[in-house]
């Protein structure tokens, strides 16, 4: 309208003007027509533009909706709630490292806290003016469910929109948002899952809780852990209002310090009514946990502790299941990979993503944390499968132990220790149970108690009477309980403990004879165990200084043996071992070395020259050289035997350490005082390092240095 009534307003005046001014046609129609086209020509383009463009165009949906600070029910703060800062600032330096799309994912097992601490960083942002969406993400139609609602409140959400168009719709509107958002998903089970909500660009930000570590492939995981002690004690003493530090430090460690457990327990100190701590810590270890620690009304904990960690363990696989209850029944001191079968790595992988098992710095072993053990094998007590749990356990125990060959013994003992420190464990779960009960523990009890015998042999070669001695005691009573007094099994284990006590004490020579007789009249005069039993009878006396008696003892023994066995009988074997040695201490050392050479001939032809108890014998044959006054012949045999062994078992091997000993003793009587001196202190200062200072031999080998030193001074 402007654009035409403007120009021929003009035009008109122009008209007049010329045609007042006496103009010629000519240049009247000129004027005019330049006064209407100059200002035409821009309001006709203005016009134009007007024309295409008559208005603004509709806001989209989502700018007319307004913008909610919370989507989603974010947590309140629990009493006495702990805010673990170093936590904290972990998470605000992921998210500040990474400005664009940043994902934190907390790892941790159930009730560790990941929730509040995700609910106290959410709350934060609030306080911010950063908006939060709090997702729950534990199932898939929970996280659908939430992400459904975010997508309605944003006004993002068409009414035929189907589950996966709606997660593109949010993530698309999570990464064009120019301003800050947070998105929590809590409890999130599968990454597969949350993935297509994950922007890939823009500056919202997503914080993940869960208990399964692969979530590290969508973004930077921070591991959440128990409380340290001091957090636990303070939140004890802060949540319960009273100061009981050490009673509250032995109820943290007790529970573990675990966060939603101790948390339960505080709500039932507080009461009502008030409980004092002692109190309930007896309760506590008398008590399943899924009573004791069931989720108290009113707490802001969806779950007891033992309903969470069961919940854990029902998303894992038939393998991970049967090794998380093997697991949870051996010692608490962890298990090494080296007694787990190869074939278990991914069932212990999965145990490990999913927060269920936790692992050394070298990750060389493995751990079950108090809680998880406990409710695992609550559960098993109540379906009846912690007998079979405990056998289990047991066989891939006795797998390890039997494989040890008595040269592999020193090389393997921290896994032998192990072994022994587990199955002391198994045997404390099968002696809870009650006696009515025993004949479902049986066939576990047997591998248990084989296990420990296994362990109390290797023990005994390497010559370890302190450990080995309660280790094979505990399972003569344990078959004498679950057998029978006269059960061959029984009477082995009984041998076993007569070995173990094997120090010139009168106890082990009458346990020697009780087995004797027992395998006498149960297996029969001739049978090898009894004559075995006889011949390590005779041989305590040796022991025992009565060298003599033991002469007379073993030649009937040796008599009956090469009546009913093999030449080449192990029994027989150890029998003129037993022989040897005892003619020496009787003061007939001549027949002894004959003894020695004739059985250290017959050990290289059926075991070879450097089989360990063929070095035993030589070292034997070159103490039976220094007692004949062949000091040369003792000195050069000690030092071969030693290096041998030095180099076929180890330097610190016990029989390497026994040798040297031995060579100690032969300098003195060669008269090299020096180097008596100098091997006795080497020798004694390993004793006390390798086997402990309160080893049979590791005392002889203290008082051997002292007596070595006192000579030396008095010359």
């Known amino acids: 309208m402007i654009a035409a009534v403007v120009p021929s307003m003009a035009g008109v005046t122009a008209w007049w003007i010329c045609a007042a001014g006496g103009l010629g046609l000519d240049i009247t129609s000129i004027v005019v027509g330049l006064v209407v086209l100059l200002p035409g020509t821009p309001l006709a383009i203005w016009a134009g533009q007007a024309e295409s463009n008559p208005g603004p165009l509709p806001a989209p949906k989502s700018d007319l909706h307004p913008m909610p600070a919370v989507i989603g029910e974010v947590p309140r703060e629990p009493k006495a709630f702990e805010p673990r800062p170093e936590l904290s600032a972990r998470v605000e330096q992921v998210f500040s490292a990474r400005q664009v799309a940043a994902v934190c994912a907390l790892a941790g097992g159930r009730g560790v806290g990941k929730t509040h601490l995700a609910a106290a960083y959410a709350r934060h942002c609030i306080e911010q003016g950063v908006p939060v969406a709090w997702l729950h993400a534990e199932t898939v139609d929970q996280l659908h469910g939430s992400v459904d609602q975010m997508a309605d409140e944003l006004g993002l959400r068409g009414d035929a929109d189907d589950a996966a168009t709606v997660a593109r719709k949010v993530r698309a509107w999570l990464q064009e948002r120019q301003e800050p958002y947070l998105v929590v998903a809590d409890n999130a089970t599968d990454p597969d899952v949350l993935a297509p909500l994950i922007p890939s660009y823009g500056r919202a930000r997503v914080l993940i809780t869960t208990n399964d570590h692969s979530f590290e492939r969508l973004g930077t995981l921070v591991t959440v852990e128990q409380f340290n002690e001091d957090e636990a004690v303070r939140y004890l003493s802060t949540r319960v209002g009273t100061r009981d530090g050490d009673g509250f430090r032995s109820l943290a460690e007790e529970l573990d310090r675990l966060p ?24 506590l270890r008398s008590t399943p946990i899924e009573v004791l620690l069931a989720r108290p009304r009113g707490e802001p904990y969806p779950r007891g502790v033992a309903q969470a960690i069961m919940l854990s363990a029902g998303e894992i696989g038939p393998a991970a299941a049967h090794l998380l209850g093997e697991l949870s029944v051996l010692s608490t001191s962890g298990v090494g990979r080296d007694l787990l079968d190869p074939r278990t790595e991914t069932a212990l992988a999965e145990l490990g993503a999913r927060s269920l098992v936790t692992f050394s710095r070298d990750d060389t072993t493995a751990f079950v944390h108090r809680l998880i053990r406990r409710a695992v094998r609550d559960q098993a007590e109540r379906d009846g499968t912690l007998a079979a749990m405990i056998e289990s356990a047991a066989r891939r125990l006795r797998v ?55 362990v109390a042999h290797h023990l005994i070669y390497l010559n370890d009477q302190v450990r080995a001695v309660p280790i094979a005691e505990a ?228 008082d051997d240095l002292e007596r070595a030193r006192r000579t030396l001074q008095q010359r």
């Open 475 to 702: 399972v003569a009573l344990g078959r004498e309980k679950l057998l029978g007094a006269e059960h061959p099994d029984t009477l082995t284990a009984l041998h076993t403990l007569a070995h173990a006590s094997e120090d010139g004490s009168v106890q082990a020579t009458a346990l020697y004879h009780r087995a004797a007789a027992e395998r006498a009249r149960i297996l029969g005069d001739d049978h090898p165990d009894t004559l075995w039993s006889r011949a390590c009878a005779a041989f305590s006396y040796t022991k025992a200084g009565r060298a003599s008696e033991a002469v007379t003892l073993l030649d009937e023994v040796l008599a009956d043996q090469r009546r009913v066995l093999d030449p080449d009988h192990a029994a027989l074997l150890g029998a003129r071992f037993f022989q040897a040695c005892t003619k020496v201490e009787a003061g007939r050392p001549e027949e002894g070395i004959t003894l020695f050479r004739r059985l250290i001939a017959d050990h290289e032809r059926l075991f070879g020259a450097d089989h360990p108890e063929t070095w035993v014998i030589k070292g034997q044959l070159a103490r039976a050289y220094q007692a004949a006054a062949r000091t040369d012949e003792a000195v050069h045999t000690y030092e071969r035997v030693a290096e041998r062994q030095a180099t076929v078992l180890g330097a610190d091997h016990p029989d390497t350490l026994i040798t040297r000993h031995g060579l100690a003793a032969a300098y003195e009587a060669a008269g090299r005082t020096a180097e008596a001196l100098d091997e006795y202190e080497w020798v004694a200062g390993r004793f006390e390092a390798v086997m402990g200072p309160e080893q049979k031999l590791t005392k002889s080998a203290r």
């Open 400 to 454: 390890a132990v039997e494989d040890v060959a008595d040269q592999d013994t020193w090389r393997k003992f921290p896994m032998i220790m192990a072994v022994a420190d587990h199955a002391t464990a198994l045997w404390e779960a099968v002696e809870q149970t009650p006696d009515d009960e025993w004949a479902q523990v049986r066939a576990a009890a047997e591998v248990v108690l084989h296990v420990r015998l296994t």
């Open 260 to 283: 939603l457990a101790l948390a339960i327990a505080a709500a039932t100190l507080v009461g009502p009514p008030r409980l004092p701590c002692g109190a309930y810590l007896v309760r």
